[in-house]
């Protein structure tokens, strides 16, 4: 008898949104980050999911189109990159809504993700009345994780790590990687491929941000390739059911 295994999936996602929110509101991310990240997921062929806040689509629609011909899927980061905690259910709705109205003038929607990864389970119902599919709002790594979670339609697919942990020195972050389990979620920020070292912002945010960071990004992947991982989008577990995702 043969048993079947499925290979171990990952989905690089990508949070394209100001640099380092709050402390910053600048776009040097989306202005000079993305390109660098862009052109690494190019060389190593690897297609990723971009959360973009329905601002930055707005404001950089050339982007946005670029990544869609590359084939990256672009999912909401809601509009402007407010904390769904703040906002009352009236804002939370027009906050989505207004984010997918942008958005969806470049192609369909169907994941989400919230900023600061931090979203209210009484919105959920939200989040499935404007057609979306996928929520990866969740972090595997926070206490709210282990809450009991609301019956919803959405694929929940929550993220394995924080992203700063990718750029810890090699020997330390593949002791983490290693044993993250499948499918594993990461995500980066086109700001930490821009060189904020000098920013008056948290040190978890700046240490080895710009080129340093690409290379820290690019040796993930590799390591992820040479253990055999797939490299998935959100928006493939629609339509392969079986083993991606949870809850
Ligand atoms: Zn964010």
């Known amino acids: 008898m043969t048993i079947m295994t499925a290979a171990p999936k990952i989905f690089l996602t990508i949070d394209m949104e100001p640099d380092c929110p709050p402390y910053l509101n600048t776009f040097r991310g989306v202005t000079e980050g993305a390109r660098l990240l862009l052109g690494l997921l190019e060389e190593e062929n690897v297609k ?91 972090a595997k790594y926070k206490p709210s994780y282990l809450q009991k979670t609301r019956s919803t339609t959405l694929r929940r697919i929550p993220a394995s790590i924080t992203s700063s942990v990718l750029r810890l020195p090699a020997w330390i972050r593949n002791r983490w990687l290693g044993a993250l389990e499948s499918p594993v979620v990461l995500f980066v920020h086109p700001w930490e491929f821009v060189d904020l070292r000098k920013e008056n912002i948290p040190l978890d945010c700046r240490f080895k941000t710009g080129g340093a960071a690409l290379r820290c990004l690019q040796e993930v992947i590799q390591f992820y390739k040479e253990r055999n991982f797939q490299f998935k989008k959100m928006q493939d577990v629609l339509t392969e059911p079986c083993d991606a995702g949870s809850g």
Do not use: C, M, W
């Not at 369909?108 to 939200?126: A, C, N």
């Open 48 to 138: 990723a999911t971009f959360f973009v806040t329905g601002q930055i689509a707005k404001d950089y629609p050339d982007i946005i189109r670029g990544l869609i011909t590359q084939g990256h899927e672009v999912g909401s980061h809601g509009f402007n990159h407010s904390d769904y905690t703040t906002l009352d259910r009236a804002g939370a709705q027009r906050d989505i809504e207004l984010s997918l109205e942008i958005l969806r003038q470049f192609g369909p929607v169907y994941s989400f993700r919230s900023p600061y990864l931090k979203f209210p389970q009484t919105y959920l119902d939200l989040l499935e009345k404007a057609g979306l599919s996928v929520d990866s709002s969740q």
